[in-house]
């Protein structure tokens, strides 16, 4: 098989590589020309709970990565990768197309094992960034197993060709922004013939993908909220006050033995910075939450105003097809008086012939006689 270089083309190319077609309902086009056997629906769920096992995946690397060093600076990027892995793996399972979805998803899985295994991987992580590249090939693994219970199969070239777009577009350091799949190979996805049906479909997967959307904010709002405090109480260890504080603390334990009085106003100056610094912890603590119930409540509505579009477009169009098939009714009861008339003129235009008809017969037979 020769290779293609353009993006564009990689992507279609690894959209046709799968197994045998079958006949599934309310599909996608990508999934159609993929011969994929599952529907939209169940390749939407397995899409999602595959990015849920990966950040499970994540959460235990970095958590284990954390628990296993004193150094401030690998604790700090442990919390970067956890914050900024949710974004990337929500937007790549809810992308429109769920098949595209899973090609995302082992996107991001490869540009984060690229990651894993290069010098900056090991300088933001440490020793132990072998724990994450581990988890990675576990999620590759179980990547591997969803995409053949679904019916696709990739290539060796196929995912030489993605490993290489992901080394094109690389995740160099934490917290990150990832380049997607989508992005990067700006592929369309081909329309599909405008109907009612078509249309409340389409409506449909919009709501699906917004209610799996608020699940995972659900499900990740707490988390994310309490990694940012975890990140404010780091910060806080490095600020010049808190540096005084423990400059302050150190000299009042070194004259203990001299001076009994200073011993005895130490413990309130350390409770009063400690208060202070719990103070601004909380308070730091509390604009995060502030700040995701905030989104959560946009999500929440802009989920409720396209309900409510739905809605108004589905009643419109069964308004638009009673009155089609009031007018048809009543076209119809028309064309079957003016069918009657039109029949009893004609019997009574031969009526009237009959009766000529024998009058004309008497006379005759009259005139004979």
Not at 23 to 52: D, I
Not at 270 to 295: F, H, K, N
Not at 319 to 332: V, W
Request: aromatic share 4%.
């Amino acid at each position: 098989m020769c290779r293609i270089p353009e993006p564009r083309s990689l992507l279609l190319v690894t959209l046709l590589a799968t197994a045998a077609c079958a006949s599934v309902p309310k599909q996608t086009q990508s999934a159609k020309t993929a011969g994929l056997q599952a529907s939209t629906t169940e390749l939407r769920t397995r899409a999602v709970e595959l990015g849920r096992e990966m950040m499970r995946e994540i959460e235990y690397a970095a958590d284990s990565i954390a628990n296993g060093t004193t150094d401030t600076a690998i604790v700090a990027n442990t919390l970067y990768l956890k914050l900024s892995s949710v974004p990337g793996m929500t937007e790549a399972v809810l992308r429109d197309d769920p098949v595209i979805a899973m090609l995302d998803l082992y996107g991001f899985r490869a540009q984060l094992s690229d990651f894993f295994a290069s010098p900056a991987g090991l300088r933001s992580l440490g020793k132990d960034v072998t724990v994450a590249q581990e988890a990675m090939t576990r999620f590759d693994a179980r990547w591997e197993k969803v995409a053949t219970d679904i019916g696709s199969h990739l290539t060796d070239a196929h995912r030489e060709q993605l490993r290489a777009w992901a080394r094109a577009h690389p995740i160099d350091r934490v917290p990150f922004t990832r380049t997607s799949l989508v992005a990067g190979m700006a592929y369309t996805l081909r329309e599909e013939s405008a109907s009612i049906g078509a249309s409340v479909g389409g409506m449909q997967e919009s709501l699906d993908r917004l209610e799996f959307r608020i699940s995972l904010v659900n499900e990740y709002g707490i988390k994310q909220g309490s990694w940012l405090a975890q990140l404010s109480a780091l910060r806080v260890r490095g600020w010049p006050e808190v540096a005084e504080m423990r400059e302050m603390m150190s000299k009042s334990q070194s004259l203990v033995s001299s001076s009994q009085s200073l011993v005895d106003g130490a413990p309130d100056l350390i409770e009063r910075e400690r208060a202070a610094m719990l103070t601004e912890v909380d308070r730091q603590r509390r604009a995060t939450l502030a700040d995701l119930a905030q989104e959560r409540a946009i999500v929440l509505e802009a989920m409720s105003n396209e309900r409510v579009q739905i809605l108004a477009g589905v009643g419109e169009q069964r308004r638009l097809m009673m009155l089609d098939a009031d007018s048809m009714r009543a076209r119809l009861t028309g064309d079957s008086v003016r069918l009657v008339d039109h029949i009893m003129l004609r019997l009574a235009e031969l009526g009237v012939l009959g009766l000529v008809a024998t009058t004309l017969v008497v006379v005759l037979l009259r005139r004979r006689a």
